[in-house]
């Protein structure tokens, strides 16, 4: 070969950027049903184990603060969840988009890891600041599994509605872990060992967790795994071409990370419409669910005699609701393909499609309000009220649902980091709302009380409304949109 073929050979394949089309097997999506369902699995195991941990101290935080010498303020027996949702959004803030820069698994096993150490750490705490110190700790660990796995979800399934039904299950996960945290601690706090085993029991969950994540989770995030490949390929095979990465040349030191992957979540909530009216909407429901941990006390405690196990039994209302939201959801999916097939006009729109659940979940929501608020008193039998956790659980997911699928629709290639912005918002204001919640309950009683947040709930529940009218045009101005429309663009150019 003469030089200057050699040099034209050269010239043709250096520097090329490696892409599936490559090597489609490499791709996630096109694994096999059998191994994403395994994936989904240990990522759906690692959110229950997280999201059970805010709540885990719940229903025994008054002998944890009779054992430390505190007294039973409202205020202390908010805190430990409280400090558990404040690092909790700190861990979401910074290992969101991280996962988008190295990867999915590896942010799992160390958090998860992280997790159980603190979890042992608050079964074994000295003295109550001590206690809460670990249960900051504890969240931000905790944060890991939850803030990649709408990533995970986005990197498996294409944009239909498998991958709807694999954030379905997220958001089932999500609310049964938090579910399944008070009725461990109420049944825990009572027992011969007292409220430290809660956290013995979350302990073992997390340890089994990270080593299901070692064991069956492989890396999903397309960029790192074509990085990887590359970096695998310019090493081992010695070809006369250079293979890169999809983000090889892109910067990876830390002003990058910080200035720009980690500051991408506040950037987006600050900047995009769609992702800050979502987060307000999605928190204030968010939040509910902790307000319930200090008002079910009250209206099942006070009101009917409920001891803290039967207390922490009462959230299976909100368990059922969740449990049943499939059914409602797959009932959606038909009608819409239905609609699909006739040509209405508002299946083409690619965000908008997602939409409708969450239009009538809204008011789903507020009907459990206010059937909790004036079915809570001692002359109406204690189901009634214990039921109308079933109207917020149902409710609560088919929201959570579509509107995280409408982000994640919207900003594709950032859906760890609209995600994370979400998750900021509705930990901060879970981690607010419920030190009023108590004295709020005190002063107006239970009927004015939750009719308040019903009435709060009935004004949100437009949200959805005014995307399915005017979305398209907010996503026009979008910044963050026009950018992933350049990128699919210039993908399609050869």
Request: net charge neutral.
């Amino acid at each position: 070969m003469s030089v200057q073929e050699e040099k034209d050979h050269e010239s043709e394949y250096t520097n090329r950027t490696l892409s599936f089309e490559d090597e489609p097997c490499l791709n996630p999506q096109n694994w096999s049903q059998a191994r994403k369902h395994v994936i989904l699995g240990v990522a759906l195991a690692l959110v229950v184990c997280s999201t059970s941990g805010t709540s885990l101290a719940s229903n025994a935080v008054i002998s944890t603060l009779q054992e430390f010498g505190y007294d039973q303020g409202f205020a202390w027996r908010v805190l430990p969840v409280s400090m558990y949702l404040a690092g909790y959004t700190v861990g979401n803030t910074l290992l969101a988009p991280m996962s988008e820069q190295y990867g999915r698994r590896s942010i799992n096993v160390v958090s998860t890891f992280g997790f159980t150490i603190w979890m042992m750490a608050c079964a074994l705490a000295p003295n109550w600041a001590a206690f809460n110190i670990f249960r900051f700790l504890n969240g931000f660990f905790g944060a890991g599994a939850p803030s990649t796995i709408s990533g995970i979800c986005s990197d498996l399934y294409a944009g239909d509605f498998r991958r709807g039904r694999a954030l379905l299950a997220y958001n089932m996960a999500t609310t049964g872990g938090s579910v399944l945290g008070p009725i461990i601690s109420g049944w825990a706090g009572m027992s011969s060992i007292g409220w430290r085993l809660s956290f013995w029991i979350g302990m073992a969950m997390g340890g089994s967790g990270m080593l299901l994540a070692i064991a069956c989770m492989p890396e999903t995030n397309h960029d790192v795994i074509l990085d990887r490949r590359a970096k695998q390929t310019r090493v081992s095979d010695k070809t006369s071409w250079e293979p890169e990465g999809p983000t090889d040349g892109d910067e990876k030191g830390w002003k990058h990370i910080v200035t720009k992957v980690l500051a991408r979540p506040l950037t987006m909530l600050c900047r995009e419409p769609l992702v800050f009216f979502t987060c307000m909407y999605l928190a204030f429901q968010y939040s509910l669910l902790y307000i319930f941990l200090q008002s079910y006390p009250i209206i099942f405690e006070d009101t009917y005699g409920f001891n803290k196990g039967q207390e922490g039994l009462t959230f299976i209302g909100v368990g059922v609701g969740v449990l049943i939201s499939p059914f409602f959801q797959i009932g959606f999916e038909r009608y819409y393909l239905r609609c699909l097939s006739l040509g209405h006009s508002w299946t083409r729109h690619h965000g908008a499609r997602r939409l409708p659940p969450a239009c009538a979940s809204g008011p789903l929501i507020t009907i459990g309000l206010f059937w909790s608020a004036w079915t809570a008193r001692p002359d109406v039998y204690w189901i009634s009220p214990a039921l109308s956790g079933i109207s917020y659980g149902l409710g609560y997911i088919l929201n959570f649902n579509a509107l995280l699928n409408y982000l994640v629709d919207c900003y594709t290639s950032y859906a760890s980091s609209s995600n994370a912005a979400s998750s900021l918002t509705r930990q901060v204001m879970g981690a607010a709302l419920p030190f009023a919640a108590a004295p709020m309950y005190r002063a107006l009683g239970i009927g004015w009380a939750s009719s308040l947040l019903g009435f709060v709930a009935l004004g949100l529940s437009g949200i959805p409304f005014v995307f399915w009218i005017y979305g398209e045009r907010i996503l026009g101005n979008s910044k963050w949109a026009q950018e992933l429309a350049r990128e699919k663009e210039a993908a399609k150019s050869p």
